[in-house]
């Protein structure tokens, strides 16, 4: 199973949550004799010997995953490439920033004469089940390896009255009814507050409150809140079924303080 970078995880939480992410045309396999660390610090591609990154492609995102869709072939080598152990995606040829790395079912020493392969399947990028829903992952996945267009969304906080799903829709999710309740628009980062904060370590967070309307009749007992992208119906795109459990009665106002909406693609 592949592991998405640091680079990629911090453009693809902005491309939700602050500017668009512009995805590359066109993927590249790259290999390594190490394990390369989520920043790419620990990266050892093989130097010379006609050693080349080539491209590679995936089919539609399914099962919250993008699979290898052929197989790809390496340059015949004309001298030592080391012991093959790890691959990487990169959005360049050459360079370029690595969006995802993971290792090789079995390691290979390529020597001079051998023509390296990796067979259709073997790369797969997922992303866990669990607060990201099942539709942003896929179009998350798209996006990145694939090339498929994903508009960046708005993004609006809500609270539900029953627990989500990766399936939840911004249709099906039992919210509150009535008493003024209604979803918190959540601004890009240098818009009209609250915003988000620029998505670093993997993470965003909210840099000021966000403040429902105060309830003019009860709401019922919260709890689980959530991130939908329209004001009603919509997508949910990540979910929190931790929130304490809080009845909400007339006059009563929610808040989540700066920094308690905390999202991270780990």
Known sequence: MGKISTFLANELL????????????????????????????GLAEPVGNAYARQAITFGAAASRRVTQSGTVTFPQATGAWGTIT???IFDAASAGNMLAHGALAASKSVVTGNTPSVASGEVWVEVTAGEMSTTLAHNLLNLAFRNVAYSKPATYVGV????????TTGSTVTEPSGGAYARRQVNINGGS????????????TNGAAVTLPAATAAWGTVVASFIASAVSGGDILFYDNDTVDQAVGSGDTVQFASGDIDVSIN
């Open 14 to 41: 902005d491309h939700v949550f602050n500017a668009a992410y512009t995805q590359a045309t066109t993927v590249y396999l790259g290999l390594s004799t190490a394990n390369p660390t989520d920043d790419g610090s």
């Open 86 to 88: 790890h691959w990487a």
């Open 193 to 204: 507050s609250p915003t988000w904060s620029v998505a670093a370590s993997r993470a965003v």
């Open 160 to 167: 539900a009255t029953a627990t989500l799903s990766d399936t």
